[in-house]
């Protein structure tokens, strides 16, 4: 292809709505145009690749024996009032009605109808297991649409379903899609992990994510430096340490700590490590009348080791919901303010419901902690001889941190943030049972399918594939998904006959060769060319100049490499295929 | 791919709401099932015919130079009311409101996002001519969604538009498109027309439709026997035929034709042939604004030759709207109730307001017409002497005929019917110039472009393939959208090693020659194969049992064979590659 028609459309200004660095590249390269809040155009070049996400998906799923199908974007409102979502999705699901004043929506996703085509499909056990998958628009009403494609009202997606006698078999489609979107990712070319996960709202128990890892991604993933072991760190499990508490060696003495409330504070004015501080939290679970005199706010005293985080989503499971206890709560509940309180003859406290602890707690010795009296910490605290500590108070509580041990057994903790660009589920029979999708077994018995569900944003994996590959000058793509593998760019203006000759040749041998070239045959300066390509990211870049005519060479460049280096005219194509291999 | 992976959704009953034999035949082979009333889910079989059509689509429009995008389905209201078709467009367009309570539509088309896309995009005369197009989905809220996909809700449409400085470089791509379309239809191996089409409510000047040939066709198109000649019934002109009028040789008599009113009455009373007999209309224009006493209702006679019919979209180009005046107005027009009614000392009556009369009756002589004298026609009718036809009263105004010579001067008409799949306009300025989407011209000027739009019902292809390919067995492909190209069907419940060992060497074979296969291993009967393949519309099939295992051939029979002829299994691939050619 050649710049002269397949035109740029760079630009040099900066969307002022576009706050993360894909949003800002995408609209710069000339891949998308804003039509609305949250609603996009994608031009050629960013089609392009957007196509090639699609393509390899598309490979993969079909290699794995998921069948195409292609469900309609317009969805009848029953359907959803079968399985209760109509009214539980809230304004997130675009609705409208048609001009009968039935109501529709437009699909953000498809468990409903493929449950319906299922349960008039499929009649016998014979025909199970059975994936459909289809590459298909999505719409969702987001709130507040932002970061371009990343979080757009509408996108496409791969969504994939399958259907199943039972678990077992359910299992082996989920592994056989684990491995599949493993190999998605991995031609991708991106670095990503697969993460346990909570499986949100769509319900289900087993998930994974697919995070594409990014510093800007708005996930923070564990994963283990020796394992396969990775979760969403909301997720991580923290295993409960071998009990190795060193004997006490000092005595318990309050020290005066007057105006040091914070762990850093106590920590820089005792000289202590946060390791060695104890971090005590107070909870509350209030009333759901407060009109009723009766109820009493319920207090939770939970305890961390200083240096480490809760994980509100793990102690949710544990306590329920709660909040943070305001300071006059705090007060009474310990009779002491915030900053000073601590565990040490504190737990038969009225109103204190209940004391949780993490488990590394446990192995704290002489430690410091709130002496509950204003401007003082106790020292050389130990667990049993200067305060309890229960069994039933210790739970896995806290955010895994960076070298914590993996909970697999196998290495250390790595964190890392990601972007979540596929999703797979074990639904069970969520959808299944509420519609009444069943088959006849091999007993003659009607018997409710069993359910998987497999998502990959296909258009935010373009916009993840640029968190993760960019730098000042452009986006950087993987050999798989750049629009164009190779730039030519000839020199003074592409104007002499000699040069034209010779870089016509390389773009013919070149595409000939089965290599996806953008000759940028614009009369410009070469700055202004090399300032494109490297926008909008091609990974190889060929210049072709007077002096490499008299040479017989080119100047390549890979697009982060350093240096440009000379290749023989007669070597280029191997040279290039090497790079692309 | 083998039935025991893609497996078959056939079913045998006709769907109660599908009238058609496309509709009937896409359930009834598994292309398609109905979510809603006109929304549909493509199953896999349905989806590789669809996918066949975009892939032909995209390659030659890809050819012709036109860049690929994608826009949304979410259209802005601001936009369509800029161009004033928010109001216009009425209760087809699908539209909504999202959860900030702002006005969307889901677009049927796309000129002012595209116009919107190109006002931002493009800014100097350098960056035109261009042409973008999409294959992407689009809804259109129909009052009675019928016929399957040929006429629903959601739809998928290439829609193709291009910018231009002038009418002569729109010109240009317009050829360029027209040929694009040929190529394209040729491709799909189907009999089609381009045809000459009033451009309806998109406006503009020129335009073509590609319809695709079949009986079942809504539309009827004129098109030559010796040329390429070919033009919607109603746009078709018939050119006046040289003054060839035989010199009367009949004196005019007034003749009872007592309770003989139609044409076909009279001319078997009489003994007259049609195409001697005039047939007189009378058609009113009613005045705006009934209550103002002075406002009259004006009439018109229309005079045609007894064998034609009148073409109203050709009158009311000549006298505006009208309709056919009721018994009264006749009366109060012409004296006399209608059925005996004709031009011979009439024109001067009160009322009456101006006669039309098409081209063909010039050449009559010595025919019959109304008496205006109810039980009465005059036969022996003679212009000139016994009744005025003015040259100012002569038009083309009747529909063209089979027979009738070609408008272009080569050949005679043959009248089709056909389904409309394509269309290609020239739009000029219309929304260019509402929507301010201007260009520096090369005198550093703000220019307005100008455009043409280029669709094809991507959807209504498979259906309109179905109406021109299908026999009593079910669809008849050409090979270029067959879902498989070639069957193979085993005999003996594909059972036996020896005959299970041949499949697969044929199977792979065939294959690895890039052949599309589908290879039947149900262990069913072959009747019950023959069926669902003839069904599914397969173009070529290979039986293979144990009688050809003797002789070493397969049975081969094509779709539309009568008989079936043996084939050497050494000479399979070539035979096939013939065919297919």
Redesign the interface.
């Known amino acids: 292809m050649r710049t002269s028609?397949?035109?740029l459309?760079t630009v040099k200004e900066i969307p002022a709505d576009a706050e993360i660095a894909s949003h800002q590249l995408m609209i710069r390269a000339g891949l998308i145009?804003k039509?609305?809040a949250g609603?996009?155009?994608?031009?050629?070049l960013g089609?392009r690749v957007?196509r090639k996400v699609e393509h390899i998906v598309r490979e993969e799923m079909n290699k794995a024996?998921a069948?195409?199908?292609?469900?309609?974007?317009?969805?009848?409102a029953e359907l959803w009032q079968e399985t209760g979502r109509w009214e539980k999705y809230g304004?997130?699901l675009?609705?409208?009605k048609?001009?009968h004043e039935?109501d529709?929506c437009?699909g953000p996703t498809h468990e409903e109808?493929i449950t319906?085509?299922a349960r008039?499909?499929l009649r016998s056990y014979k025909?199970l297991p059975?994936t459909?998958y289809q590459i298909q628009?999505k719409?969702r009403?987001e709130?507040r649409p932002r970061f371009g494609v990343m979080r757009s009202?509408?996108f496409v997606m791969k969504d994939a379903y399958s259907f199943h006698l039972d678990q077992e078999s359910l299992q082996a489609t989920y592994d056989v899609m684990y491995q599949t979107y493993t190999n998605i990712f991995n031609r991708f070319g991106l670095k990503f992990r697969a993460v346990m996960a909570d499986s949100g709202s769509i319900g289900g128990a087993v998930s994974h994510e697919f995070h594409v890892l990014a510093a800007s991604g708005e996930d923070a993933i564990a994963f283990s430096d020796a394992s396969d072991y990775a979760a969403n760190i909301e997720k991580a499990e923290v295993r409960r340490p071998p009990l190795n508490r060193p004997a006490p060696s000092r005595n318990l003495e309050k020290t005066p700590t007057p105006g040091k409330k914070t762990i850093a504070e106590v920590c820089e004015f005792l000289g202590a490590s946060a390791s060695n501080v104890l971090k005590t939290l107070i909870l509350v679970q209030r009333p759901a009348d407060p009109q009723n005199s009766a109820a009493r706010n319920v207090y939770y005293m939970v305890l961390l080791r200083g240096d480490h985080e809760l994980n509100e989503i793990k102690l949710s499971k544990i306590i329920g919901n709660f909040d943070f206890a305001k300071d006059d709560e705090v007060e009474e509940a310990l009779g002491c303010r915030p900053g000073y309180i601590g565990p040490v003859c504190q737990e038969h406290r009225p109103f204190l419901g209940r004391i949780i602890a993490d488990y590394a707690v446990e192995n704290m010795s002489d430690f410091v902690c709130g002496a509950n009296e204003a401007g003082h910490h106790y020292t050389g605290v130990n667990w049993e001889r200067d305060c309890s500590l229960m069994n039933e108070w210790l739970h896995d509580i806290r955010q895994i941190g960076e070298g914590d041990p993996s909970p697999d057994g196998n290495g250390n903790i790595t964190i890392a943030r990601g972007i979540e660009v596929g999703h797979i589920f074990q639904l069970g029979t969520k959808y299944s049972e509420a519609m009444n999708a069943a088959i006849v077994n091999e007993a003659g018995k009607n018997q409710i399918m069993v359910m998987g569900c497999y998502g990959i944003g296909i258009s935010r994996v373009v916009a993840a594939a640029i968190e993760q590959g960019h730098d000042e000058c452009g986006i950087i793509w993987p050999n798989e998904l750049a629009p164009f593998q190779v730039a030519i760019c000839p020199m003074n203006m592409y104007k002499s006959d000699r040069l034209v000759d010779t870089v016509e040749k390389v773009y013919r041998e070149l595409t000939e060769a089965g290599i996806e070239v953008l000759l940028d045959d614009r009369k410009v300066r070469a700055g202004f060319m090399f300032s494109d390509m490297e926008l909008i990211g091609i990974p190889h870049r060929i210049v072709i100049g007077d002096r490499g005519l008299d040479s017989g060479t080119v100047e390549y460049q890979g697009r982060t490499d350093r240096d440009s280096q000379e290749v023989p005219f007669s070597e280029l194509v191997g040279f290039i295929k090497a790079r692309l291999a």
Not at 67 to 74: H, S
């Open positions: 028609q397949f035109p459309s145009r039509l609305a609603v996009y155009t994608w031009l050629p089609l957007l024996g069948l195409e199908v292609l469900m309609p974007a317009l969805q009848p304004p997130e675009a609705r409208m048609d001009r039935r529709f437009l109808i319906d085509l008039n499909e025909q059975i459909y628009t719409f009403d709130i009202r509408e």
